[in-house]
Every structure is written in C-alpha cells, then in structure tokens.
C-alpha cells in the first residue's frame, strides 16, 4: 500500500524554466511533508518541507505548495539549472510515528542546458 | 553540520554470510534509521531507533536485525545474506522535535553474490 506516491518517475526541463515535481498521499493523518534532493552515490539531503497548518513555503528557488484538500504536494523549481538534475524524493510524517517518515517512488529532473 | 557516517562505500559478500553495516552520526541525536533504496521503489524504512538500546521495526524488517548500544552509533546486520539483499542501505538521524529532518549518510551499496 503506497501511501506516498510520485506518479512521474521523470520529467525533462530546459534550463531556465520552471521544474514541478508532484506528489500524491493517501493518508489524512500526515501532518509534515518534506523533499529531498539525491545525486548519483550521494545520500538525501534535505531540499524544503512545510507544515499541514501552512499552504506555501518558500526558501530561494525552491517553493514546496500544499492542498489538503486534495492530498496534493508539489515542489516548484525557478529558475531550473543543470545542477538540479537529480532525484527527487517527497516524504510524509503522521504526528502519532514520531520521526518516521514514509517516501515516495522518487522523480527524476533532468535539466537541460 | 550534521554528520552521518557510513563505515563502506561499497561491499561485496556471499550469500549465507553475516553482514554487519555500521553507522555514525555526530550530532548526539536521538532517533537513528535504516533505509534501503531500490529502483522503482524508493526509500523503505527497514528499522528504527528512538534512543540507546531501543529498537522498532520499519515497514521491512525480515532478514535483518539492528543493535545500538551507543547513542551515536546504529548497526544494521544481516543475519545471513541473501541476493535479494543486494541493495543501496541508507542510515539517517533526526533530533526529536517539532518539524525537524533526517539528515542521511552517502550510503552503502551491498553487492550479496
């Protein structure tokens, strides 16, 4: 049972643009949702997250969007550069397993100069 | 700067063997994690620390067992190898608070022949 899903394993950006990477979850409990960044051989790093009591959260290029409603998250790339290629991995938490988080499939952003 | 650090970079063992895969992480946290990647598959919690001597099974626990008998420190052992095992295995750390990330090591990608 995927509880966290990443419905598009790749997606292809000219550089400059905008890159959104799409996440779905099924689970109404979660209350956190992050985004990794993994490059070949390298563990995660942590990218951007936001809080279910928040819609919007912004750090640089990189804005994470949040519709409860829908179950729906997204991550927003401007501009895109070719250092962004990588893999992309959204994460959930419910408040009731503490630090446990649950992933997606992950996407594959590749930027094109 | 958090850092986790995966005692290999790459192993090769054979099947039936015990397999022993060690973690580090520098930043006194509480919770530790064991992960494996696979394509396709994304990121799957094998098992979990919340403190010194403590221990919670993930979403894929068969085949594995963990130890941490310091705080910094999180083994993750194979108690007879398989080839299905061969994978990526990631360990992460968190600080148990409000909203806060795990923070990952580069990983330990295990060849079982």
């Known amino acids: 049972d995927q509880q966290v899903k990443q419905n598009s394993p790749s997606l292809s950006v000219q550089e400059g643009r905008i890159s959104i990477l799409n996440c779905d979850y099924t689970n109404s409990m979660f209350d956190y949702f992050l985004w990794y960044k993994k490059y070949p051989a390298e563990g995660p790093t942590f990218l951007i997250s936001i809080s279910s009591i928040k819609d919007k959260n912004e750090d640089g290029r990189f804005t994470v969007f949040l519709n409860k409603s829908a179950k729906h998250l997204s991550l927003h790339i401007v501009p895109s550069q070719p250092g962004d290629s990588a893999v992309y991995f959204c994460?959930?938490?419910?408040?009731?397993?503490?630090?446990?988080?649950?992933f997606g499939t992950g996407t594959r952003l590749a930027v094109r100069p | 700067d958090v850092k986790v650090t995966q005692s290999s970079r790459y192993l090769v063992k054979r099947t039936g063997e015990k397999v022993f895969l060690e973690c580090v992480q520098d930043m006194d946290h509480e919770n530790m994690f064991w992960y494996r990647q696979d394509p396709g598959l994304g990121l799957r919690l094998i098992y979990f620390s919340y403190d010194v001597k403590m221990k919670e099974k993930g979403d894929i626990p068969e085949g594995y067992s963990v130890s941490r008998e310091k705080k910094e420190r999180f083994s993750l052992i194979l108690e007879s190898a398989s080839t299905n095992q061969t994978s990526m295995y990631l360990c992460a750390s968190s600080v148990t608070g409000i909203n806060q990330p795990q923070h990952f090591g580069d990983g330990t990608r295990l060849s079982i022949l």
């Open positions: 994460a959930s938490r419910k408040k009731s397993s503490g630090d446990k988080l649950t």
